[in-house]
């Protein structure tokens, strides 16, 4: 059997509806052109390094200051209004690009989120999470969450789905229109007799024709959205005024690439950016701070180069899990369970951390090691996908999942 | 599409079948074939280390430092000699007593492969001296990555190559961790991965275990009790043995519901299987030279080195068999890695792994289960890895289906490069343009290692960008000193006409390849030459009649539009 067209059917079968059969609010805002940026943190971000209650008695006890945002001294972390009830939460000190977004109103947080399925794995972790599902079972079976959510849009556009800065990820499995690059002036290849050479030799069937089709096209695509000089020539892309992406690494330049893709009005409605390097078993300070510095202003340098869309775009930041409460030998932290989302876009409640916190008690930690999930990260996106995105509901985006009650992040 | 057995086999057992070598297989026969390369015979230089011999490498850099970078090449020599001596001593003094002032040293020089041959003491001390310069450590890496491409495609050995392909895969190191991986990675390469490539696979997990770069990738050198740090423990079970199909996360923490586990034979793993495994492995360390408790420090060497002060002394419990407290030095390591490589699900997981790398992305389990059951029967002998191999070549779904695989970046490249017979000297930019389209040598940062599936390659950025290699490959687009298609001069004599050079070019790269259609419609293309931006139309049989520059640049376009086929995408 076709292995791609068993998973099809066997998807099918398993939410009992046909995928594409999803019905439109009719009042759903922006339906028809929101952007949804997802962001992974891949490693494992450690949530308690990040957002930590910086006077909680069994946070001091279980790591050492430089593992910690502290209330006062060299790793005292930046104070965040609208908090957990009375409790000092802070940021990590490098965060302070993410303290202005969050003060701007439009970046929520919700801690002690993640994969309700207790892996802690990072691999099975990603791959659930990107599929959107919680059972190991169903992870050979079920397409990408953002594939199914494409295709319950059915968008029109040139450039529905863009993967920036690599290949695809699970998260969009198994699209049929998603494209993976990252600079879009240089998504080309040749004459326009070698590309219409390639274009009859990729009409087939199989993967490898449709994945050739795909890249053709969007080719052809792009070379007609791109900015050119009066010579013909594709002009450098330059973002908006005051917006600098610089020693923002990689992810500044993929989310610098983003920008110019998404301003291109091409129809773009997904797109994702991984920023790897989270899995900090050893030296976690040091590492965890260049990390999160440059997460936080490459976040912040696209955020305002895309001005103009934000009331017609939803970032959403996820990582696999958030990592161990006590910190190892090694200066590092292990593969732990809870960690921080974020919600960012005009419209989102932000401003406010959502969610539910527990605390760090040894019967509040799961299985006595780790922060306990209080929310599922399919809550979160839930509310993204239906209030924000357009889609009636998430029943086949998020097969047998119920969502209890929304944060109201929206 | 009517393909060879033959050709379908030798594309998926090395990195691109060339005629040459069907022509071989086709007089040897394959079994005969498979058995020469399964017993590499390395007294023969053949091409790739004829090539690696020849080879030269620019280097580049501006350095400030007491003395001049050569001179700490021989001191960390002589520091490696003198074992244990540290080399920065030597030279921070100058004639009069006084502390030496630092110099600048400028490097420009084109310089072979140095450093493949360099013992692991020598590769580690020598950088392991203050001020060393980085682009220094960094060659050592840089050279392996080199030597990897020319192997990849001028080696006679193509089995073990890509054998060696697989198991810096499944045992992925990212060399970026740290500098020092950088260093010694000649040595890992060559003493670790290809030493045991055709080995014991027991064997080969504990020369990893101990191979300073994995204890620096995953952590374990700084492993102590307590917390241990368990990166190196999952990863273990979850990627180099058992695999994550064994991974039994329901049970959660509930190991006596874990299926004969209580009979000391648990048939998955559970996290605190990691945690207890974290804890064999305290103490396990790099002889990096380290200080400890103030005033100690480790050997400097570059190997292993177990510290039984960090070590945890108590029981253990791991998939189900009770460790003993206060066991000898390292035997709690040893028992995991003996529990880890003879556990039934390993054999499974490794056959498949093996069976997806050179057959098929989902091989049958049948399949799997024959290959499975020869891992097993020589789960002991030295010669573990050649008798798995021999009957994943000679296994009848070796030649099935064709186009079940899609190739990696490497392998695409090499199948065009060897098909082609170009001349092609790796440096830096052919590295960063296969990084470009996805696989970046040794540098792949997750430790899955680069992803085996049509799912991940079959991708619109890996596929422009490797046409996009390929036709600058073909057309030019390189330092003259770098590539070499030399397609007119490998064109036979009696070709002339459109048709004659068409047809040459698209059995060379792809005998009995592409479909009627893909050929047909190549062939149009070709005798379609532009010129001004007009096409002219020319007969098949009509001769060429265009100048040589002219015709070699036509030429390369063509040949890169083959590669860019549907068909050359996979094996």
């Known amino acids: 059997m076709n292995r791609r067209h068993f998973l099809c059917s066997s998807l099918a079968t398993l939410t009992g509806s046909r995928i594409t059969n999803l019905t439109f609010a009719a009042d759903a805002p922006q339906s028809h052109d929101h952007l949804l940026v997802v962001l992974f943190l891949r490693g494992g971000c450690d949530g308690l390094n990040l957002l930590g209650p910086a006077n909680d008695k069994d946070y001091i006890a279980a790591r050492p200051e430089w593992l910690r945002a502290t209330d006062a001294g060299k790793f005292e972390g930046i104070a965040l209004k609208n908090g957990y009830n009375g409790i000092d939460m802070r940021l990590h000190r490098e965060a302070g690009a993410l303290k202005e977004l969050y003060d701007s109103g439009h970046l929520a947080m919700i801690h002690a989120c993640g994969l309700k399925n207790g892996s802690r794995s990072h691999f099975e972790a990603q791959d659930m999470m990107e599929r959107g599902v919680t059972d190991q079972k169903n992870i050979s079976i079920a397409s990408g969450w953002l594939t199914r959510t494409i295709e319950a849009l059915s968008p029109h556009g040139l450039l529905p789905a863009v993967a920036v800065g690599g290949e695809l990820p699970d998260s969009l499995l198994h699209s049929k229109v998603a494209v993976s690059m990252s600079e879009a002036r240089n998504f080309t290849y040749g004459r326009e007799n070698q590309l219409a050479l390639l274009k009859r030799l990729y009409e087939g069937s199989e993967s490898i024709h449709r994945i050739g089709k795909l890249t053709l096209d969007t080719i052809t695509a792009l070379q007609s959205k791109l900015t050119r000089d009066g010579d013909g020539n594709v002009q450098d892309y330059t973002p908006e005024k005051g917006v600098s992406y610089e020693d923002t690494g990689n992810l500044g330049e993929s989310l610098r690439n983003l920008a110019q893709i998404a301003k291109m009005e091409a129809g773009l409605r997904v797109a994702t950016v991984d920023y790897d390097g989270w899995d900090t078993h050893e030296d976690q300070e040091y590492r965890f701070n260049e990390l999160v510095s440059e997460f936080s202003r490459a976040l912040s340098s696209f955020y305002n180069d895309m001005s103009r869309f934000h009331s017609k775009m939803t970032v959403v930041v996820h990582t696999e899990f958030g990592r161990r409460l006590k910190s190892n030998q090694s200066e590092g932290t292990d593969h732990g369970y809870g960690g921080v989302h974020m919600v960012l876009g005009n419209g989102i409640k932000g401003g406010k951390l959502h969610g539910e916190w527990r605390g760090l008690a040894n019967d509040q930690l799961d299985e006595g090691a780790d922060l306990a999930i209080t929310t599922d990260y399919r809550t979160v996106l839930t509310e993204v996908l239906t209030q924000r995105v357009g889609l009636a509901d998430t029943k086949s985006i998020f097969p047998g999942f119920e969502m209890k009650k929304a944060l109201g992040i929206v | ?571």
């Open chain 2, 1 to 571: 599409m009517s393909i060879s057995p033959t050709y379908i086999a030798l594309n998926r057992a090395t990195f691109g079948a060339t005629s040459e070598e069907l022509a071989r297989v086709e007089k040897v026969g394959w079994s005969a074939w498979v058995e020469e390369q399964l017993k590499p015979d390395s007294t023969v230089k053949d091409e790739a280390e004829k090539r690696i011999a020849a080879h030269k490498l620019e280097i580049e850099y501006e350095h400030e430092g007491l003395m001049a970078p050569a001179m700490m090449m021989q001191a960390g020599k002589a520091g490696a000699m003198m074992q244990g001596g540290k080399p920065e001593m030597m030279a921070v003094e100058g004639k009069d007593g006084k502390k030496a002032e630092k110099q600048k040293f400028k490097v420009k020089e084109k310089r072979g492969l140095t450093l493949l041959d360099k013992p692991l003491d020598q590769l580690f001390r020598i950088q392991n001296q203050e001020d060393y310069p980085y682009k220094e450590i960094q060659r050592c890496s840089y050279e392996v990555e080199v030597a990897t491409i020319i192997r990849a495609c001028y080696s006679k050995w193509q089995v073990r190559e890509m054998l060696v392909d697989f198991w810096h895969n499944h045992f992925n190191v990212n060399i970026d961790a740290d500098n020092t991986i950088r260093a010694v990675w000649p040595a890992y390469d060559r003493d670790v991965v290809r030493k045991h490539a055709f080995g014991n696979f027991r064997e080969l997990l504990q020369a990893v275990a101990q191979g300073l770069p994995m204890l620096y990738y995953l952590n374990n050198r700084s492993s102590k009790a307590s917390p241990a740090n368990e990166n190196y423990a999952r990863e273990l079970f979850e990627l180099h043995t058992l695999g994550a199909e064994h991974y039994l996360n329901h049970l959660h923490k509930k190991w006596r519901e874990v299926p004969g586990a209580l009979e000391g034979k648990a048939e998955g793993f559970i996290d605190q299987d990691v945690y207890e495994a974290a804890r064999a492995f305290t103490g396990w360390t790099a002889a990096d030279g380290e200080d400890y408790d103030d005033d100690k420090h480790f050997p400097d060497d570059g190997g292993f080195y177990y510290h039984a002060q960090w070590h945890d002394p108590y029981q253990k419990r791991v998939l189900g068999a009770e460790l003993e407290a206060n066991q000898p030095p390292l035997a709690d390591g040893m028992a995991v890695l003996d529990l880890a490589a003879f556990h039934p699900g390993t054999a499974i997981y490794l056959s498949r792994k093996l069976c997806r790398r050179f057959i098929a992305d989902q091989p049958s389990e049948d399949l799997v289960r024959r290959v499975a059951k020869v891992w097993t029967e020589h789960a002991k002998s030295p010669d573990q890895i050649v008798y798995v191999m021999r009957e994943i070549l000679l296994a009848p779904e070796m030649s099935g289906a064709f186009g079940q695989k899609t190739k990696r970046p490497l392998e695409f490249i090499c199948s065009f490069i060897r098909a082609a017979g170009a001349d092609v000297r790796p440096e830096e930019d052919i590295i960063d343009r296969l990084a470009e389209c996805g696989q970046h040598l040794f540098h792949w940062g997750p430790p899955t290692g680069h992803p085996d599936t049509a799912d991940y390659w079959q991708s619109p950025n890996s596929l422009l960008k490797r046409w996009k290699f390929a036709r600058d490959l073909a057309t030019d687009g390189f330092d003259g000193e770098v590539v070499r298609m030399n397609l007119l001069r490998n064109t036979p004599a009696d070709k002339k006409t459109w048709q004659e050079f068409a047809d040459y070019w698209l059995d060379r790269l792809a005998p009995d390849l592409l479909e009627p259609h893909t050929r047909e419609e190549l062939t149009k293309w070709f005798r379609e030459y532009e010129d001004d931006g007009k096409a002219r139309h020319h007969e098949p049989d009509a001769e060429i009649s265009l100048n040589e520059s002219d015709l070699a640049e036509h030429l390369g376009e063509f040949v890169a539009l083959a590669a860019a086929t549907p068909e050359f995408q996979l094996r």
